[in-house]
């Protein structure tokens, strides 16, 4: 079936640490996003790439880094000087910039 | 989801019809969506409007939409439990061939038995 995976569904990580979360679309779909739920908020940029080897920083890029070396996979790490990781994790797709979007099922990441 | 303005919670009856608001900033915006999250999972895109558009019906869902005032609302008929869910509206802002959708803060909407 075609879609968007994100793995793992539950991620915990002690301070201090990195961790990287998945993300594989197999749509064909040549811009990819990175966003950040928090409980009672909406869902905020963190990174976005439209073509492979290109992505820009979003709203609150401070903290994670991204790469985008093939086109189905955007994977996002959250690095030590993210100051408050603690999230719901999503990421999405889409066949144009700004378009429809895609939505994996999320990764849940707690800093313990 | 600060350029992007929801109210936060709504409250129905089933079998009422719920409104659900958005006003929105960009008004280059082509497409606005609205997406449904049900608990733990992720966005699930309901339907959208082409920004030529006033209005677009599919189902129970219709889309009103206001450029001028630049708000946008999503009428569900006929509620059902099963539409309890948070619901976001999405505009997709940025410069051309490096947009992205900006999403506001969703409006919980909890239907009554």
């Known amino acids: 079936d075609g879609g968007i995976t994100q793995s793992p569904k539950y991620l915990f990580r002690k301070e201090g640490q990195n961790v990287t979360l998945s993300c594989e679309q197999n749509l064909n779909h040549d811009a990819m996003y990175w966003y950040r739920q928090d409980p009672g908020q909406g869902l905020r940029l963190i990174y976005y790439?439209?073509?492979?080897?290109?992505?820009q920083k979003g709203d609150i890029a401070e903290g994670y880094s991204v790469s985008r070396e093939k086109k189905e996979s955007f994977p996002l790490t959250v690095t030590s000087a993210q100051k408050n990781p603690t999230a719901f994790y999503l990421c999405a797709s889409s066949p144009l910039p700004g378009g429809e979007a895609f939505f994996g099922q999320g990764t849940r990441l707690t800093v313990v | 989801g600060e350029d992007v303005e929801q109210s936060l919670f709504l409250s129905v009856r089933e079998g009422d019809s719920s409104v659900i608001n958005c006003t929105y900033t960009?008004?280059?915006?082509?497409?606005l969506y609205w997406y449904k999250q049900e608990p733990g999972a992720g966005l699930q895109l309901l339907t959208y409007?082409?920004?030529?558009?006033d209005m677009k019906q599919d189902q129970r869902l219709t889309v009103l939409l206001n450029k001028k005032d630049k708000h946008l609302s999503l009428r569900i008929a006929d509620t059902q439990t099963g539409d309890s869910a948070i619901y976001f509206c999405a505009e997709s802002i940025g410069e051309p061939g490096r947009r992205a959708l900006t999403f506001g803060s969703g409006t919980r909407l909890q239907v009554q038995p």
């Open positions: 790439s439209q073509i492979v080897n290109d992505f």
């Open positions: 960009d008004s280059s915006s082509t497409y």
């Open positions: 409007i082409f920004s030529n558009m």
